[in-house]
């Protein structure tokens, strides 16, 4: 999402790693999902029981992202076979249901905006299990890949997607688990099967004066470089906007193929702001894009929002935040306003005001455009490929969008 209130100047970052391994592998697990019943006051959370955990959560996730798919009679929850020792409770089943409804409602706008899956996978790893005394905190990793149904005949083959969530787990006397709550573990919830509507911070003053060490010349430009952006409309069809993508000063492909590349992969050569607590890393991974197409760095003040500049030491605010990267890219001409998303092409960007406060949420880039003008984009932190521009509108009905060529 954004870097909303940028409260220090990151210097170096802890580069995210893959979780640590699931202490699942080889656990047996009983047909119907139960690992027996327990007496025992302190209830005990073995292999067996971490297994469990890990196949609940795999079912939760499994069943919202069926609900999306293109299939007549819809399909049995997969939740429903948990029972015994370890299962959702009594609010987790009305909670899951609602969520049910809500992708169902999701399903059917994206068929009116002429999209449809026919197919998913979803799989969880479990990464780490926490236990004190009747509670369990159990962190996961879910990857779930849905295949477009050839509606129009030229949607890529797929789209997918990485997110972290942490489930809350608690044990009545007899030992037996029960599935309390779930929450996103990282920066965003902006998985195309996240039922809920993604929390923003509320919209922060522009941040246009530097520090007293700055020069008067330089607090003088900052006061003047926080232009405002149009808001694209989300209508079909869109005027033609058509983009040259070759021969001119930028790759617009190298952009596309590094977003495709290390959407879920991170760069090692940059750090990541993914779980930083300052709203993601998602600008930070378009500038990235950016540059691999031939933007070229503008140093300066990190402050300065005329001035953009990212490598594995240090970032401009421009290159990782939202809004400052909307006001250097207007301010220096490298992006211009487009007045529609469907005039989007492959190296535009897409930023989206989740609840129109006017501070910008989060930000992404084209890496494909079907030949019927539909743009799809690749984004961090809930490391998304290829989601189309309707699935986003369909989501997030409600949102401003602000889109840009680059």
Known sequence: MKSRKLRRTRSRATIVTAAAASAIAGAALLPNWSAGASTTAEPEVDARTKATFQRLADAVFTDRTNA???????????TGGFSGRVALSSKAVRTEGSALDRLGDRRERLARHGERYSAANTTVALNRTRVNGHKAV??????????????????????????????????????????TGIREAGDDQLAVNQPAQPEVDPAPAPSASPSPSASASTTAKAATTTPTSPRAETTRPAPAAPKDLTGGEYDYRAMAAYADK????????????????????????????????GWKHVPGYVYD???????????????????????????????????????????????????????????????HRS?????????????THRRSVASIIASYPTAAYYAYRT
């Open 138 to 179: 159990v962190n996961v990793t879910e990857t779930t890949t849905l295949t477009y149904k050839k509606v129009r005949g030229d949607e890529p083959k797929s789209t997918g997607f990485q997110a972290d969530h942490q489930l809350t787990f608690e044990a009545d006397r007899r030992g037996n688990w029960r599935l």
């Open 305 to 367: 929002y005329t001035r953009w500049f990212g490598n594995s030491t240090i970032q401009s605010h421009s290159f990782i935040g939202v809004n400052e990267w909307s006001w250097f890219a207007l301010n220096t001409e490298r992006a211009t306003s487009l007045a529609n998303v469907y005039q989007m092409d492959i190296g535009d960007v897409l930023q989206v005001d989740f609840d129109r406060n006017g501070s910008k949420d989060h930000t992404m880039i084209v890496t």
């Open 68 to 78: 999306l798919v293109d299939r007549p009679g819809g399909k049995k929850a997969t």
């Open 371 to 383: 030949a019927q003008g539909v743009p799809y984009l690749s984004y961090h932190s809930t490391n």
């Open 262 to 293: 290390y959407w879920r992969d991170y760069n090692p050569e940059y750090p990541s702001f993914d779980g930083q607590g300052a709203g993601g890393d998602c600008t930070n991974f378009v500038s990235q894009a950016l540059k691999a197409g």
